[in-house]
């Protein structure tokens, strides 16, 4: 004779699925929490109108000076006036204090990690974005391993912070858990943007007036 079926009440079968990391839910993906880019056309074109915050977000440009670090520079001057950090981990050149400060960058809320190895500086992201006291990490890496790639969304996830992931052009074409790619190409003197990846909206293409460099 067959065991009986336990039954769930509903009380308990609501507090099961509302607890569940396993359960799609629409309504948290049609309004996800988000934080505005600083650029009106970029937000249009965003699911929420702005960076997914507690995602990781990959920028990659064609090639270096394409505004490629202004583009999150109205988002860190915000987080630092509310009084968190934004991190910098391994950029390709040092960060340039003046022009940081121009941006409205206090240089005592910014983190600079300089690293030899490509493992140290993802490590050094991920305890960063666990921690949660920096809004905003923007990492430079070179992996393309899609496990390595999880760890960082799951680390701004419980940090409820921005990972932003600077790769090369090529990593396009690979899979990536990350909730927004975006390519960034030179156009008429400017910078157009491709919203390669935008989870819970559609691809896309923008111009954008970003500022050359901030190195």
């Not at 067959?2 to 359960?23: D, F, G, M, T």
């Not at 270096?64 to 991190?87: I, K, T, Y």
């Not at 419980?158 to 990536?176: D, E, K, N, P, V």
Request: aromatic share 6%; proline share 8%.
């Amino acid at each position: 004779m067959a065991p009986p079926h336990r039954k769930l009440n509903p009380e308990s079968l609501a507090e099961v699925l509302q607890n569940s990391a396993l359960i799609w839910r629409a309504a948290q993906t049609a309004h996800p929490k988000t934080k505005a880019t600083g650029f009106r056309e970029l937000d249009e074109r965003l699911p929420g109108s702005g960076w997914p915050v507690g995602t990781l977000i990959e920028i990659a440009p064609v090639c270096e000076g394409l505004g490629e670090l202004s583009l999150c520079m109205p988002l860190l001057a915000r987080l630092c006036r509310d009084g968190r950090r934004a991190a910098f981990v391994a950029p390709p050149h040092i960060p340039y204090a003046p022009a940081l400060q121009r941006a409205g960058l206090p240089l005592d809320s910014i983190l600079w990690v300089d690293t030899a190895r490509d493992d140290d500086a993802r490590w050094s992201a991920e305890q960063l974005l666990r921690d949660g006291r920096a809004g905003a990490v923007l990492l430079w890496s070179s992996t393309d391993d899609e496990r390595l790639l999880r760890r960082l969304q799951l680390a701004a996830e419980t940090g409820q912070a921005l990972a932003f992931l600077y790769r090369s052009i090529g990593t396009l074409r690979q899979a990536s858990p990350a909730a927004l790619r975006i390519a960034l190409y030179p156009e008429d003197g400017g910078t157009r943007a491709d919203l390669i990846k935008v989870r819970g909206g559609h691809p896309s293409s923008v111009a954008l007036p970003l500022v050359p460099a901030f190195t």
